[in-house]
């Protein structure tokens, strides 16, 4: 029975439109929702005094559905999300290790082709992608961070659960290709994982947590990629990047974050040359999830846009 989502009446009246792009080889699918969702050239047309552009990635063993509830909760943005390669609708990169040089490589030139200039967004392994590229040269205005990697994955307070779960998609990549990716697409493992996550009481809401990840956590294109993107996710984390990074830097950060301890997000945010920190209370690593409004808050603030009438 299918479980809806708190947001649904919200997601409703945003408008939506799929698109796709030709990058690196493959065809990147991505969505854009909000005003000016009639042309995947708009981005690069908005006057001054107008809203910027949000390229928004999501996080590792996701894709753009994710990141839906903070959406939602800014109808006055354009914002451009799609699909990581070999994630959701887009395949994998051909001829490439889905490392941390190739998603960085991938966001660089998607921006280039569907809105130069954009505000770029990331969510938890897309935090690491988003400042490998702007690092690497992507050019932005500004870059924001939800749910940031900001330390060693294997050094968090859930070292002992990364060790496992490094063992278990190394388990899933050896064994023969379907058992291996039963394995891997395995539901109880996925709603294991859900339930770690999420820190909500909420009993309606962690129906719905756990709804998301059962619909989207095993929609990747194989093993090989799913393999390659978590060894990226837990072999980098943000502060490599973060003195390199010269744009104003939201960082929207979660006090009970099993991944990214608080602690060390405010150690994150003094690398920067500039950052905020937005601290969100009783939440975890499912900022998207459980407290998007919060999150909407600090980047409608951060980006100086107003809130829209009648919402």
Known sequence: MPVSSPYADRLNRLPVERHE???GGATTAYWVYGPGSDSETEAT???DGEPP??????GFRGEHHGLEPVLAYLPELRVIAPDLPGFGETPPLPGRTHDLAAYADWLTEFTAAVA????ILG????SIVTSAAVAGGLETPRLILINPIGAPALEGPKGLMTR???WYYDLGAALPSRIGTALLRNRLIVRIMSITMAKTKDPALRRFIHDQHD???SDFADRDVLRDAFVASVSHDVRAYAPQIHVPTLLVAAQKDDITPIEAERHLATLFPEADLVEIADVGHLIHYETPSEAAGAIRRFLKVPVARGR
């Open 123 to 126: 969510h938890s392994f897309g």
């Open 53 to 58: 552009t949000v390229i928004a990635v999501h």
């Open 45 to 47: 047309k908005r006057t």
């Open 21 to 23: 792009v030709e990058v």
């Open 164 to 166: 496992l779960a490094v």
């Open 116 to 119: 130069p200039g954009a505000v």
């Open 215 to 217: 619909t989207y956590f």
